[in-house]
C-alpha cells in the first residue's frame, strides 16, 4: 500500500496547482493547499473544501511559513507575462524568496521539494530543441527577467540547498501548458485565441505568426510533474516537460477558428521585446529516466479546452492586468 503523506502545493490554487492538489487528494495524501490567489480564483478549488484531507491558507510565500509535512510542491509565481510583468519586481521576490522559505522549510523537516520551474530559463534559444544541458539565453535586464532570472535564481537555490545540505530535490523545467483553469485572462497565446473565438473577435496574432510553441495538455502535465516527484533520488533534475509536438502561431489559430467554427478574422500586431522565435522541449530525459511522454495531441485538448470556456462565465474572472 502506498504510504500516504502530508503535502503542501505552494501556489496550489492555480491552474496547474489546483489539478495537482485534486490528484494528490484522490491518492488519498494530506494536502494543504497555500495561495495569495494573486492570479487564481477561489472557485478553482472550492469543490475541494470539504474533503477532510484538504486544507486551505491564504498566505503569501514572500513570508516564512512554518508547516510540518513530508513533500512540498513549489507552484507559487505568476506564470503568463501579463501578470508576471504586472508587479516584476514582487515576481523576482515571489521566485527566490519563495524558493528560500520552501527549501528552509523542507531542510527544517527533511521533505522532499519539487521546483516548478520553466523553458523560460532558456530564453530565446540558441539552441533547437533545448536540452536540460542547453544553458539559454536570456536578457537579464529586459522585460520578461523577473520571471527568467528570477526561475533561474531558484534553480540555484535548489541546487545548492541539495548539494550544501542533503535537501531532496527535484526540478522541472515546465514547457508551455494549457488546459480547462487555465486564467482565460492570462494573455497566453490559447487563452487569448480561445476567448476572442468564442466571442467573434478577432484573433490577436503577434509578428508574422510563424513563431513556433509547443503545448502541453494538462493531463500529461500533471502527470510528468507526479513522476518526477517520483523520480530516483539521482535524478534532482532538471528535468524538461513539455510536448515537442511544434506548430506555428498561425496554425494554431487556424485549429481554433476550425474546432469553434468561430467567423472571427486575423489581426496582426508588433512582437513584444524579447519573445522567443522557437521553443520545443528535448524530453529524451523524461521519456528514458520517467517513462514519461505526452499522449494528448493538441486537437483533442483543445475541444477539452474549449469545452471548458464555453461552460464558465468569463465576467467572473478578473483581467488582473492591463496588458490582456
Ligand atoms: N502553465 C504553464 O505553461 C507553465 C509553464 C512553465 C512554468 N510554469 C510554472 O508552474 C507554476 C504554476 O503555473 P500555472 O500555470 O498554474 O500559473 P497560475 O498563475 O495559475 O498559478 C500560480 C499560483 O501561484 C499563486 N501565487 C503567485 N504568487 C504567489 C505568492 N507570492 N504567494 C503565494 N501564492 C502565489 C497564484 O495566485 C496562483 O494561484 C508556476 O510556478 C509557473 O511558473 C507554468
Redesign the pocket.
Same mark, same amino acid.
Given at each position: 500500500m502506498a504510504l500516504l503523506k502530508r503535502i503542501l502545493v505552494? #501556489?496550489g %490554487?492555480?491552474?496547474? #496547482?489546483s489539478h495537482l492538489c485534486e490528484r494528490l487528494l484522490a491518492q488519498g495524501h494530506d494536502v494543504i493547499c497555500?495561495?495569495?490567489? +494573486? @492570479?487564481?480564483q477561489k472557485q478553482n478549488v472550492s469543490h475541494l473544501l470539504g474533503k477532510p484531507n484538504f486544507e486551505l491558507i491564504r &498566505? !503569501? *510565500? @514572500?513570508l516564512p511559513t512554518w508547516l510540518e509535512v513530508d513533500e512540498i510542491y513549489n507552484?507559487?509565481?505568476? %506564470? %503568463?507575462p501579463g &501578470?508576471y510583468q504586472y508587479n516584476p519586481i =514582487?515576481t523576482m521576490k515571489?521566485s527566490v524568496l #519563495?524558493a528560500i522559505h520552501v527549501l528552509g522549510m523542507a531542510k527544517r523537516c527533511g521533505a522532499k521539494v519539487f521546483q %516548478?520551474?520553466?523553458?523560460?530559463v532558456y530564453g530565446d534559444p540558441q539552441v533547437h530543441p533545448q536540452p536540460e544541458s542547453y544553458r539559454g539565453s536570456v536578457n537579464p535586464i529586459g522585460p520578461r527577467a523577473c520571471y527568467d532570472e528570477g =526561475?533561474r535564481a531558484a534553480e540555484t537555490l535548489f541546487m545548492d540547498y541539495h548539494r550544501r545540505n542533503g535537501v531532496a530535490i527535484r526540478i522541472a523545467r *515546465? +514547457?508551455?501548458?494549457?488546459g480547462p483553469r487555465? &486564467?482565460p485572462y !492570462?494573455g497566453r497565446v490559447i487563452s487569448n485565441f480561445l476567448r476572442q473565438a468564442l466571442r467573434g473577435e478577432d484573433l490577436t496574432l503577434f509578428g508574422d505568426g510563424s513563431q513556433t510553441r509547443s503545448f502541453c495538455y494538462r493531463d500529461d502535465m500533471i502527470e510528468g510533474i507526479l513522476r518526477m516527484m517520483g523520480a530516483p533520488a539521482d535524478l534532482p533534475g532538471p528535468v524538461n516537460l513539455g510536448n515537442p509536438e511544434e506548430f506555428t502561431i498561425r496554425q494554431l489559430a487556424e485549429l481554433v477558428l476550425e474546432l469553434t467554427g468561430s467567423q472571427s478574422k486575423l489581426a496582426w500586431k508588433p512582437l513584444p521585446a524579447d519573445d522567443p522565435a522557437q521553443r520545443r522541449p528535448d524530453i529524451t530525459l523524461a521519456a528514458e529516466r520517467l517513462g514519461w511522454r505526452p499522449v494528448v495531441a493538441l486537437r483533442e485538448g483543445l475541444e477539452r479546452t474549449i469545452n471548458w470556456f464555453r461552460s464558465i462565465d468569463v465576467s467572473d474572472y478578473r483581467p488582473p492586468t492591463p496588458n490582456y
Amino acid at each position: 500500500m502506498a504510504l500516504l503523506k502530508r503535502i503542501l502545493v505552494t #501556489g496550489g %490554487a492555480g491552474f496547474l #496547482g489546483s489539478h495537482l492538489c485534486e490528484r494528490l487528494l484522490a491518492q488519498g495524501h494530506d494536502v494543504i493547499c497555500l495561495d495569495n490567489f +494573486f @492570479t487564481s480564483q477561489k472557485q478553482n478549488v472550492s469543490h475541494l473544501l470539504g474533503k477532510p484531507n484538504f486544507e486551505l491558507i491564504r &498566505h !503569501d *510565500i @514572500t513570508l516564512p511559513t512554518w508547516l510540518e509535512v513530508d513533500e512540498i510542491y513549489n507552484l507559487a509565481c505568476p %506564470a %503568463a507575462p501579463g &501578470h508576471y510583468q504586472y508587479n516584476p519586481i =514582487k515576481t523576482m521576490k515571489t521566485s527566490v524568496l #519563495g524558493a528560500i522559505h520552501v527549501l528552509g522549510m523542507a531542510k527544517r523537516c527533511g521533505a522532499k521539494v519539487f521546483q %516548478a520551474s520553466t523553458s523560460e530559463v532558456y530564453g530565446d534559444p540558441q539552441v533547437h530543441p533545448q536540452p536540460e544541458s542547453y544553458r539559454g539565453s536570456v536578457n537579464p535586464i529586459g522585460p520578461r527577467a523577473c520571471y527568467d532570472e528570477g =526561475k533561474r535564481a531558484a534553480e540555484t537555490l535548489f541546487m545548492d540547498y541539495h548539494r550544501r545540505n542533503g535537501v531532496a530535490i527535484r526540478i522541472a523545467r *515546465i +514547457f508551455n501548458t494549457y488546459g480547462p483553469r487555465m &486564467h482565460p485572462y !492570462d494573455g497566453r497565446v490559447i487563452s487569448n485565441f480561445l476567448r476572442q473565438a468564442l466571442r467573434g473577435e478577432d484573433l490577436t496574432l503577434f509578428g508574422d505568426g510563424s513563431q513556433t510553441r509547443s503545448f502541453c495538455y494538462r493531463d500529461d502535465m500533471i502527470e510528468g510533474i507526479l513522476r518526477m516527484m517520483g523520480a530516483p533520488a539521482d535524478l534532482p533534475g532538471p528535468v524538461n516537460l513539455g510536448n515537442p509536438e511544434e506548430f506555428t502561431i498561425r496554425q494554431l489559430a487556424e485549429l481554433v477558428l476550425e474546432l469553434t467554427g468561430s467567423q472571427s478574422k486575423l489581426a496582426w500586431k508588433p512582437l513584444p521585446a524579447d519573445d522567443p522565435a522557437q521553443r520545443r522541449p528535448d524530453i529524451t530525459l523524461a521519456a528514458e529516466r520517467l517513462g514519461w511522454r505526452p499522449v494528448v495531441a493538441l486537437r483533442e485538448g483543445l475541444e477539452r479546452t474549449i469545452n471548458w470556456f464555453r461552460s464558465i462565465d468569463v465576467s467572473d474572472y478578473r483581467p488582473p492586468t492591463p496588458n490582456y
